[in-house]
């Protein structure tokens, strides 16, 4: 891990969750870098999935928590940026899986989906769950030769 920064984006759909998100972490000793936006007008997911991405693939935070109504849209542009391994969960378990096994580093939740509650239990799942490597590692990299 480079930092404890983690950059938070999300459309309309998830203004209110993403402040609740970045007050929860930061109360756990992560830094939220919080990209918006902040008003409640309609605005394209896919251009928050890929801010919120560059700012992981360029490793100036370590991590990014992305959220949409669904958080499939944003989930899928955020997967477009090179070096980017963004799941969508909706469960504790997903979370823990996500960066055990995948090594993900951005995680994305859909704001319809799930409640508060849930989304905050799954943020803990998602950054305090070590990769686990070994075979793991191997898989990650097909995933990643995927890219060139
Ligand atoms: C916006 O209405 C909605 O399409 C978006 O938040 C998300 O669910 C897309 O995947």
Redesign the pocket.
């Known amino acids: 891990m480079t930092n404890k920064r983690v950059v938070l984006s999300s459309?309309h759909?998830a203004i209110e969750m993403r402040q609740q998100i970045a007050d929860h972490i930061t109360a756990k000793g992560w830094e939220a870098v919080d990209i918006g936006p902040t008003t409640p007008e309609s605005t394209p997911?896919p251009a928050h999935g890929e801010a919120a991405a560059r700012r992981v693939a360029s490793s100036d935070c370590t991590f990014g928590i992305i959220l949409?109504?669904?958080g499939?849209?944003?989930m899928m542009a955020a997967n477009k940026v090179k070096g980017i391994r963004c799941g969508v969960c909706s469960d504790v378990f997903s979370a823990q899986m996500i960066r055990e096994h995948n090594d993900a580093n951005m995680l994305a939740m859909?704001a319809?989906v799930i409640d508060n509650a849930t989304a905050l239990k799954i943020v803990d799942a998602f950054l305090f769950t070590d990769f686990g490597g070994g075979r793991h590692a191997t898989r990650v990299d097909m995933i990643k030769a995927l890219e060139d």
């Open positions: 459309d759909a997911y949409c109504g669904t499939q849209g944003i859909g319809r």
